[in-house]
């Protein structure tokens, strides 16, 4: 609702195209709208085509039925974040079309072509076995909005070459997701190599003075390398998020 | 050097197109140019007209000063950051052309032409009056780094009417810098309202509980904006080297 | 126990008026009686017609059925906070005229009119489905408490836009309760819109740099929106107390 | 904005009683003004006859004195906190009229007969006399903003017969502001025997395990009186912000 | 082995009253036995008449029930802390005549008369019905270390005149252990009130900011009340080792 | 004001042996002599002949002076504690008979013959030559409020046998106060081999890890040797204070 | 690949000595070869005749068995750590020959002959019967890594004359591992008597402020005895891998 | 003082050889020298030829002279940590011969020929300049300890090409110590690549939620390389010695 619109509008009213009723409504909604016009925008671009998402833990699978029915009934992919391996069950008789990855423990229904809508490719980088969970919930979310995704595993820093040798893999990304716990030193050495954005994950792999995910999360928020930003612990979902904001920069897809 | 250009080089050595010296010499720095590829790339990138970065805090003004003449001499852009106004003072002596910014604490030296390298714009939007120094450390590091740049001062949480005012400029950045004190909530804010990249910077601004930035930082990393990354409490030049990075993704201007 | 009545009593003494072991009986409990005036007087304000509180959680479904038998004889309310389900279950048998919340936890057993005493509405405002069951937890115990109450759900600052929409409600209230978790960032927000006294309550939901309720706990204390305050993580019940104290100060309901 | 007045403005554009110039520049902030619109009330309602707010701290004399001159020219009261000694002085200078309190570290400028607006009493209760400057920085910021207010100083849990010969103050304050340092115990002893608004402010008084507030801050989070509520450490500013929240509540002196 | 002890052995050896051999037994084991003389006064102190203690948790009925088998044989008292009510009940066929506390979870088996050895009374007070299982475990070891003791219950901070209604109580004690949660106030009243050692013993009562006794703990370490001592969180037990330390030092009853 | 002492009153009031005007006047203060009973009793017994406490940080030369001047015209002794060197001098020109302790920070003006009051000896360790400055805090303030005093320093852990080769000074004391930083091991080892009651105090010697004396305060709490108790972080004058508690439960002297 | 043997390798491909293809195989895997040589040595080193290791923690019994098959083809020992006692009945099942050991939850397949190769001794210290199991996963991690291996239990600081009484054993050992919970001071005591190095480590024995081992870790940072190292807590395997890599610089036995 | 000793100095006492009383002197102290037998055993090897430690934090020029001449009449090296610039040169010109090192702020004073006493070679790696300090202290200490020392710096984990170039030094150490701030992630690279001890210390370098070396610190205790351990936050000093304690095992050069 830029200046002229508006202008146009009242000329309208003044000059007749327009009934006070028809502009009254128009212009009772604008306040949310011109707040959510870059929202819309942002959801229209974000969720055409692309998975609703819910987080499955706390919820119920019966609870989930219901929201999914809901949300199949639009005809758009739909994403369940957190789903452990009993709920799933219930949710795959319930939608039969289902993928579930007990490692990610994401469940996806897709009512829509699963082709990547953006040109970069996503890569996402893992340390060890134990951060496989995190990584590939990345993954899958990263797939579902509209990125090419490719993972690299367990390449942690107490064994470098495994690392160098997919060298190849980390050039030829546009985005790197890192997922590391322990001392959380990967994405310092591949924000290091690469000049392309590094997103780390710290995971809560570890036990003593891990506390938790702690220990990766203040190494990763002192990374030496310059340039890498962090997201929550565990938080494999936001990881993927953030990669498809950065991705969509590079444009779409011909 | 994959599978072919050393089959090349070997088959050179064989028909004495090359000597055993030259190939030894090209092979011994084989491991470190193959590990370093990426890297060099990546250096090369970054640093194509692009300023040298020397960090000011706990060097003295005689070593700054000797530092930033060697790196004068190589013709390219210097970057100082983390400079108190005494030392400044003495720099400002030493390169006259340099640029002081007493807000940022930083010290430029350009060499080359200023221009934007990269299309999309970096916005470096700022809750409160007191976490300017870290948005200016920011936003005159994103500058020398090649990207056009805007600033969106004083726009906190407790006066929304403020940012939603300057919606515009929002939706039209390519890559936005929150940087934020005390409760850190702006980046949730602006990540609510656009679909772009959002890095979050906490900013030790605030007392008591604010556990100089710690509650920033863990709101931030807490954002119920999904895909809202962070870097360190104060850490301007990490946000605006993470926006290069990602800004890149969208290429250069023509 | 003023001058004058200590005075009086002591003439009633002196005259006979009054034997030595009735006026014992007076002075003895003086002490106690002097230094409790405030406290109740308290008690006499926040019980008359208000049900009597007990914590729930650590007491078996016996020993709550046997402390509320007694409370009931008393002919006030009970409220019982932190009841999980299978309690509620044997609670409802032996107090078929309970009413079990199963989303705030919460028992209430009524055998007074339910009338709101005060003349201001409490309002309770709710950032996202997680934070429900503190939000109603501080809504059924404002009620119990004798405030007419409304709620707002699902309004976190993600979304701004559902709470601009709502503007009215924040504006009538006369005490606003806002319960959040994560960054903690919505009752800055609504303390930067509105002048009346808002309560944050921070939740334990969220997960890794979360801590539990540290972040939003954190975030609270140092919202940039003055006057802000801010009780116990998950402690729906203090909020309404507090509530419950200054809805008092605008006087009862005539 | 409501609908009818929305309504009548297009009516009024419609015949022409109002141009579209002019209808333009109305709706234009419509959205601004309408988000905005409790918080201008609020504004308004905070504001009218109180003083403008400077945070001293990490600003010079100079700085302050040009905001200061500003806000004089405004003609309202003004309140500068946090104000070393020394800048004080040139502060002084400036502001013959201005009033240094050095205990409370305030600086305030009153260009408007300093009457109580609200009818309650602010109570601001000290546990120790370092605690002294946080409760003055409360008591002088709650006069300003327009409430009658007493102060009631050294009645530390570990001589509560002080606080007990004062029991009169406490029932007749409205709310209560109690500041304490070191364990913090003040609050839940007040928070027991009134029934009005407690108000807790943790100071950082203490040395070693105090964790300079932290041990007090918990301390009142953890009240077992309920319904206390807490601001941030040394936050005497804040505690006077909600004091006059609440003290509105109660309604305006005739 | 002072020196007399060894002049006189010394001396024997050289007159022969003493073979070579039987010298080298006594003064082969000197070292240790002089180092643990202070050490086995004290066992011997403790213990005569006393029970031998043992830590419950993290051993099976099975394994405490051979250890004690052992203890009994010696005929001394035996103590068991921390035995969860199934272990409890395996123990009481084992040992008939043992005594099993289900709130402090204390096993104790007598075989000496349990009559008090030392002279001054140890209070035990008790500021909320959920510090009951430490305070309970506070004053069954006391007790079982030959100490009288008292019990104080249910006087929290937020109703201070069921405190000050058994004032007698305090002022008798020869030591007062305080077992608190939540904000651990009830110590420093206590120690504002009476002369005696008081032994604050926080608990992992409260939730959210309780942070599992951190509130409490650091409470009473900045005690305002000069002179208290604190032990762990739930640390009954050895608050009751304190109190008996220093109950010790008033001498035995006749 | 027992029962028979109050009927006592009473009946005099009647006979007419106590006018009504007597009678009030011991009546009217009776609540808080009740209360306070304890307190009068303990402050009575803490103070005869004691000096009045003042902590010295955070006051001025010039505060401090005119105290103590109010203080010593009462005739007591005074002790000030955390005195800095400048401040000393212009004391000791006001207070010529006063003494200072340079190393333990403390400045005493005796009025008093300084005899020991108690009958037990304090024992004060020092683990290292840095922590003697808290050491001689206690020292002062235990000699002072009438303890005889010893001191037995630079017995850390690392060098056990200069502490065995002192255990006389050990099992002779009534109360030992251990004084140590880093990781606050020796009230561990002392507790092992007394029977008497040991007062830990932790000090913020150290760098690093030791986190300003959290280190040893934590150390100290799990002491694996029963019934050790601990005061703040520095706080000598506590552990003092502590110490006189438990010595006067021991007997004075004759 | 030293310049030498490059040399040689280039020199053999010119003279037809070695073909393009056979050299071209040589170099492919030069860089990881040259990169990794430091580490394949180090890995021939540990790993001869050394058992692979498992971390069992996470992996169901069925997920161990089909990689200790693929191990155990190999020839070589396998070790699994954190093994429960469930799961090691089903590996006892897979493996018969396996050895469970239940206290520290190792299994370990020995397929060569249990030699010691280093000639040190490695000593594992252990203060209480808690900290056993950790110990434990110390001694036989050093075992199997080809260390012999002497415990010493139960030697914990607040009995010290235990310790004293086995000095022998400890100035024999090559290297000490020292485990323990609480206060963690045994380190310091041990550090303080023996010159060799000292390997420390933390438990998570304890409760309350013993923080999950945080107090006994922090404790052993800080150790007054110069030159202890640590590790995290809990991390008896970890210990063991520092004691081998120490062990080794002695030397192996003949 | 072992069996056969003892045994000899009863039979000189029976034969007369030895009188009572020097038997009694000799005897008196064995306890101690037993106990110390390991210590006084470490400290002569520690201490035979190497220099006497002070540490210089906190205490004068004055001090440390006058504790540095009464060390200097022994005969032996004098080292001196933490010694600022200011005091250094009142040092100097005490002790001419003395050793200042402005980097690791250590003053050696050397009287004996400063030859490497154990064969091993310490290598010294250090990620940044910033953490050049705490590298050349533990280098210097090294140093003076007997060992042959190498320096290896600014290799960071963000350009590990670095590192690698130099991977002779890293296979050749008998023992690395691995000085980083910030994440703290090059003792892991390291710990990857080579089979010796690797002791990691963590530097207070970096901001913000580096928490003063607390990021580096979690890092090295959750390194992923096996058997890193660690010391305190800018320990030089203790790194030095126990690598002093581990190149001892290795034996001393011929």
Redesign the interface.
């Known amino acids: 609702m830029n200046?002229s619109r508006?202008?146009h509008l009242?000329?309208a009213?003044?000059t007749?195209g327009l009934s006070?009723t028809e502009?009254?409504c128009q212009?009772?909604d604008?306040?949310?709208e011109?707040?959510?016009?870059?929202?819309v925008?942002?959801h229209r671009?974000?969720r055409q085509g692309f998975p609703e998402v819910l987080f499955g833990e706390?919820k119920s699978a019966e609870q989930l039925i219901s929201i999914m029915t809901a949300m199949a009934a639009k005809g758009g992919d739909i994403l369940v974040t957190r789903v452990a391996g009993e709920k799933a069950a219930v949710l795959t008789q319930a939608f039969a079309s289902g993928d579930y990855d007990p490692l990610g423990r994401t469940f996806v229904v897709r009512q829509q072509a699963p082709e990547p809508r953006w040109k970069?490719t996503v890569l996402v980088v893992c340390?060890?076995t134990?951060d496989l969970p995190v990584a590939r919930e990345a993954s899958v979310t990263a797939r579902v909005f509209g990125n090419r995704v490719e993972e690299l595993t367990d390449v942690?820093?107490?064994?470098?070459?495994r690392l160098?040798?997919r060298?190849g893999m980390?050039?030829q990304a546009?985005?790197i997701i890192v997922v590391a716990g322990?001392?959380?030193?990967l994405p310092?050495?591949i924000?290091?190599?690469?000049?392309?954005?590094?997103?780390a994950v710290?995971t809560?792999v570890?036990?003593?003075?891990?506390?938790?995910?702690?220990?990766?999360?203040?190494?990763?928020?002192?990374?030496?390398?310059?340039?890498?930003?962090?997201?929550?612990?565990?938080?494999g979902?936001?990881a993927?998020?953030?990669?498809?904001?950065?991705?969509?920069?590079?444009?779409e897809t011909q």
Do not use: W
């Open positions: 200046p508006l202008r009242l000329q009213v003044k007749g006070v502009a009254e212009l009772r604008l306040p949310f011109d707040i959510g016009v870059a929202l925008d942002h671009e974000l706390g970069g340390a060890g134990s942690g820093v107490a064994g470098l070459h160098f040798s060298s980390l050039s546009a985005v322990m001392e959380g030193a310092s050495v924000g290091g190599l690469v000049p392309v954005p590094v997103i710290p809560s570890g036990y003593g003075a891990a506390f938790n995910g702690l220990a990766a999360l203040l190494g990763m928020l002192n990374s030496c390398a310059s340039g890498v930003t962090v997201v929550n612990i565990d938080n979902f936001g993927a998020c953030a990669a498809t904001r950065i991705n969509r920069t590079g444009g």
